[in-house]
């Protein structure tokens, strides 16, 4: 039975240890100068990159901005000759009614001589 006493007192004093730490003050650890040093060095680093990010995000857009002008360009110089040829095509055809006036007429008009 005292042997009960000492372990019930030994349960106690854990669960007091484990609970209520006001009573057993743990040594406190001050903060590493170092250690802050560094993260405050690394937020300004980070704050420089997301401004660089931010910056280069514009250059970015302003690329597609003119890749999309370029694009409508090219879509409309390939359009062009198609439509330039068919206008030819039909005159061409148009030549074999033509008399002898007309023809100089055409070859006048389409070669600017």
Do not use: C, H
């Not at 170092?34 to 300004?44: M, V």
């Not at 660089?52 to 062009?80: C, N, P, R």
């Amino acid at each position: 039975m005292n042997n009960k006493w000492i372990l019930y007192g030994l349960i106690l004093l854990i669960l007091i240890y484990i609970f209520i730490p006001g009573i057993f003050p743990s040594k406190k650890q001050e903060p590493d100068v170092e250690l802050i040093n560094r993260i405050d060095k690394l937020e300004l680093e980070n704050i420089e990159l997301k401004k660089d990010i931010e910056f280069y995000d514009t250059v970015v857009y302003l690329f597609d901005e003119k890749i999309a002008q370029l694009d409508s360009m090219v879509k409309g110089v390939k359009e062009k000759p198609i439509i330039v040829r068919e206008i030819y095509k039909d005159k061409t055809n148009q030549v074999q009614n033509f008399v002898p006036n007309k023809v100089d007429s055409f070859f006048k008009d389409r070669y600017n001589f």
